[in-house]
């Protein structure tokens, strides 16, 4: 790393927020309430042949990938304490303000535990009502059986709970020992952040793991997959990292963190986003598909099999181009990660795309009787006609309103503190910081 003469100016008016984003923030919100309650409205008088089964889907899909954009910024922010980073000082507050909304986000998740509770949740999760699930799929039934020790409702709400509290605590901790490092002198929190960081790193890694079997793999409680949890984890990065770009190139078009956030940090958040979020994104999704394709285990092909029929075989193309092969040419090159216009386009387009890979995680639903045709062709026959339901407006109704009210709370804890911490001991390298 080597240095570049900038002016840094670190005034009030540059540093802090203020009232700017009042009217935006308002505007997300009134958005956010307004989509809700739209989308809810959908199934009550059934409208859009929206019924509740899809409904609720659609609300953990939604659910999820707003998760996945603060995971994202958590485990960015992990990073850099781990990493002892330098450079990143100056884009590491709004990561820390993004990845704080861990300790609501729980909230998004009691619908789904109400449904378990009180039995509802069988077509989400075939595993809590065994019963049901033996009646329409006995070969299923007896494969998930098998796991009952694991898959029940008791225990599945435990590990939920466990999650939410490690990420709220962990993610509220990096949040206000960064506020509190800021009105300190010398490196003291500096240095607990940094000792905190590797065991928040090892339980971050094992908390989304097991989350990405439960909320996600258990949708098709016969299938496994031993790489889904690393996938899951690509995903957050994808969703993360492109909401933190977003972030900072806002608050730059507004004026703030001027000469603070320069070309050389977007450069490199453009290279975590493109090493992280789009080409591992690939490689572990080509490990996961190869290896199951490879070993042709019935209980494994038919979850790609569901995802390669009908219209979801087109969804699943556009998938791979759109996460990698188009943005892998867009943005292999430095010129398009130091330009904010080229930037925000790319960070856009990956925000969206980490929608659309977890919509194709989520929707799609293995036929029970997949296992009876003899041949795949035999069975893209039988359910060519299969949709992905993707504009149903339910799943734009809810995707604004779960943003809109993310963004709120957002930007209400961004005007709440300064947008970069001015006693960081690190301060300068990352004001100064040029890429080699």
């Given amino acids: 790393m080597s240095h570049v003469n900038v002016t840094a100016d670190l005034s009030e008016r540059n540093v802090e927020l203020g009232s700017i984003g009042g009217v935006a923030r308002n505007a997300c919100l009134a958005v956010g309430i307004i989509g809700l309650a739209v989308a809810f409205l ?16 659609s609300w953990l899909q939604t659910w999820i990938f707003v998760l996945e ?12 304490h781990l990493t002892r980073a330098g450079w990143s000082v100056a884009v590491r507050r709004p990561a820390e303000v993004i ?5 609501w986000l729980w909230i998004g998740f009691l619908p789904i535990v109400g449904l378990l509770v009180f039995g509802k949740a069988s077509h989400l999760f075939p595993w809590s009502d065994m019963e049901a699930l033996a009646a329409h799929a006995p070969e299923e039934a007896h494969l998930v059986a098998g796991k009952e020790a694991y898959l029940n409702t008791p225990f599945f709400l435990i590990r939920s709970a466990i999650y939410f509290v490690v990420w709220g605590v962990l993610a509220t901790y990096f949040w206000r020992a960064s506020i509190r ?9 500096t240095l607990k952040m940094q000792k905190i960081s590797a065991p928040a790193a090892i339980l971050f890694g094992l908390t989304i793991s097991f989350a990405a079997f439960d909320w996600i793999m258990s949708l098709s409680p016969a299938w496994f997959s031993t790489m889904f949890g690393v996938y899951f984890f690509a995903g957050t990065a994808t969703c993360g990292f492109s909401a933190i770009i977003i972030t900072c190139i806002l608050l730059q078009r507004n004026g703030r963190m001027v000469n603070l956030i320069t070309n050389e940090h977007y450069q490199d958040m453009g290279k975590l986003l493109f090493g992280i979020g789009m080409v591992f994104w690939a490689y572990i999704g080509f490990s996961q598909y190869m290896l199951i394709w490879y070993a042709n285990i019935p209980e494994e092909t038919g979850w ?30 430095k010129h398009p990660k130091r330009n904010w216009r080229t930037l925000v386009f790319a960070a856009l387009w990956m925000l969206f795309f980490g929608w659309f890979d977890v919509y194709w995680l989520v929707m799609p639903t293995i036929p029970h009787d997949l296992s009876t045709f003899a041949t795949y062709d035999a069975a893209a026959e039988a359910y060519a006609h299969v949709g992905t339901g993707l504009l149903n407006p339910v799943n734009w109704l809810l995707l604004a309103g779960m943003l809109g009210i993310f963004t ?9 503190h300064p947008l970069i911490c001015t006693s960081d001991p690190w301060i300068d390298d990352s004001l100064h910081f040029e890429n080699m």
């Fill in 42 to 57: 959908l199934p009550v008088f059934g409208l859009a042949d929206v019924t509740w089964d899809i409904f609720w889907r």
């Fill in 69 to 80: 954009i603060s995971l994202g910024a958590f485990f960015f922010v992990i990073i850099q």
């Fill in 99 to 103: 990845a704080s909304n861990l300790n």
């Fill in 181 to 189: 490092q800021g009105t300190e002198t010398g490196d003291r929190t």
């Fill in 304 to 333: 790609f099999l569901a995802r390669q029929m009908g219209d979801w075989g087109w969804f699943s193309v556009w998938l791979l181009f759109g996460h990698f092969c188009i943005p892998f040419v867009f943005l292999i090159s």
């Fill in 408 to 416: 709120w709370f957002t930007i209400g804890r961004l005007r709440s």
